[in-house]
T-cell receptor, first 112, second 113 residues
Framework: DAGVTQSPTHLIKTRGQQVTLRCSPK?????VSWYQQALGQGPQFIFQ???????QRGNFPDRFSGHQFPNYSSELNVNALLLGDSAHYLC???????????FGSGTQLSVL | DQQVKQNSPSLSVQEGRISILNCDYT??????FLWYKKYPAEGPTFLIS?????DKNEDGRFTVFLNKSAKHLSLHIVPSQPGDSAVYFC????????????FGKGTLLTVNP
């Protein structure tokens, strides 16, 4: 049983560029949440997708957007990258959006 | 405004002894609490949770205690093992239609053989 898978594992971009991160949820899960973890901090909630719609959003600017596909996989898009966007981006899946989340290993994004 | 606080960045204990990790919260709307463990280069792994209607939940070597009046919870690991060495995150949820988890900054636990 595959867990949550994320791609790519590492990514280097320059300021102003755009990036897309991908996530496949654990088998049987229908909800995907995205978190940003800066160095030395806990994960910060970006948004959650359920039934292909953004159900809840954290305190992140509109440069952060997402999408959920009919197979429940999801993408996180970040436009106009800033140096401060450098972080570890975590995808988590759950059934119905309940609190017990299963996390992927994340994507380490470096913005130069 | 940090609503979930883990005031100890690190903790070191001897193998076989008890590890106690603490967490405080400020938001009285939180009604569900979780502990996650994280190894380097991996995502957080769910460890144990507790609902606000309980004051204790136990799972093997792990026990979580909740003191709602003090807005405090703790994770006890007995006995501690070297494989428990990891970063431990406390997280809280407001329940209802609030689906997000609010995490603390984490505590690095080192269990020495």
């Amino acid at each position: 049983d595959a867990g949550v898978t994320q791609s790519p594992t590492h990514l280097i971009k320059t300021r102003g560029q755009q990036v897309t991160l991908r996530c496949s949820p654990k088998s049987g899960h229908d909800t995907v949440s995205w978190y940003q973890q800066a160095l030395g901090q806990g994960p910060q909630f970006i948004f959650q997708y359920y039934e292909e719609e953004e159900r809840q959003r954290g305190n992140f600017p509109d440069r952060f957007s997402g999408h959920q596909f009919p197979n429940y996989s999801s993408e996180l898009n970040v436009n106009a990258l800033l140096l401060g966007d450098s972080a570890h981006y975590l995808c988590a899946s759950s059934l119905g959006g309940k609190e017990k989340l299963f996390f992927g290993s994340g994507t380490q994004l470096s913005v130069l | 405004d940090q609503q979930v606080k883990q005031n100890s960045p690190s903790l070191s204990v001897q193998e076989g002894r008890i590890s106690i990790l603490n967490c405080d919260y400020t938001n009285s709307m939180f009604d569900y609490f979780l502990w996650y463990k994280k190894y380097p280069a991996e995502g957080p792994t769910f460890l144990i949770s507790i609902s606000s209607i309980k004051d204790k939940n136990e799972d093997g070597r792990f026990t979580v205690f909740l003191n709602k009046s003090a807005k405090h919870l703790s994770l006890h690991i007995v006995p501690s093992q070297p494989g428990d060495s990891a970063v431990y995150f406390c997280a809280a949820s407001g329940g209802g239609s609030n689906y997000k988890l609010t995490f603390g900054k984490g505590t690095l636990l080192t269990v020495n053989p």
